[in-house]
């Protein structure tokens, strides 16, 4: 069992930015591939990005990237988003998941999933 947690989320003007953590206790987070989702009010769970479980490969949805990016500590068990250059439609619930194996942009094969940090994006 791996038990998640997010935070750093809030409320920030258009062009600001916030870095999201993701906290992990339980199995060794290590050994798990993390992705961040976001979902908007009325719309489905989107993919936004992924991480490896050494670190060394990262994927990024079209829609941000070059403007958000993922890391990992592994010694303190903690997965990051900075996200940069942020615009009202980055407005959502972003949830953290970890699975076994590859990283993945498809929610449906993560097993562990975080309870969700709030990020509004003011015009």
Same mark, same amino acid.
């Given at each position: 069992?791996? +038990?998640?947690?997010?935070?750093? $989320?809030?409320?920030?003007?258009? #062009? $600001?930015? !916030?870095? !999201?953590?993701?906290?992990?206790?339980?199995?060794?987070?290590?050994?798990?591939?993390?992705?961040?989702?976001? +979902?908007?009010? $009325?719309?489905?769970? /989107?993919?936004?990005?992924?991480?490896?479980?050494?670190?060394?490969?990262?994927?990024?949805? /079209?829609?941000?990237? #070059?403007?958000?990016?993922?890391?990992?500590?592994?010694?303190?068990?903690?997965?990051? !988003? +900075?996200?940069?250059?942020? +615009?009202?439609? /980055?407005?959502?619930?972003?949830?953290?998941?970890?699975?076994? #194996? !590859?990283?993945?942009?498809?929610?449906?094969?993560? /097993?562990?999933? #975080?309870?969700?940090?709030?990020?509004?994006?003011?015009?």
């Amino acid at each position: 069992q791996v +038990q998640l947690v997010e935070s750093g $989320g809030g409320l920030v003007q258009a #062009g $600001g930015s !916030l870095k !999201l953590s993701c906290a992990a206790s339980g199995r060794t987070s290590s050994t798990y591939a993390v992705g961040w989702f976001r +979902q908007a009010p $009325g719309k489905e769970r /989107d993919f936004v990005a992924a991480i490896s479980r050494g670190g060394l490969a990262t994927y990024y949805s /079209d829609s941000v990237r #070059g403007r958000f990016t993922i890391s990992r500590d592994n010694a303190n068990n903690i997965v990051y !988003l +900075q996200m940069n250059s942020l +615009q009202p439609e /980055d407005t959502a619930v972003y949830y953290c998941a970890c699975k076994g #194996g !590859l990283s993945s942009r498809y929610s449906q094969e993560y /097993d562990y999933w #975080g309870q969700g940090t709030q990020v509004t994006v003011s015009s």
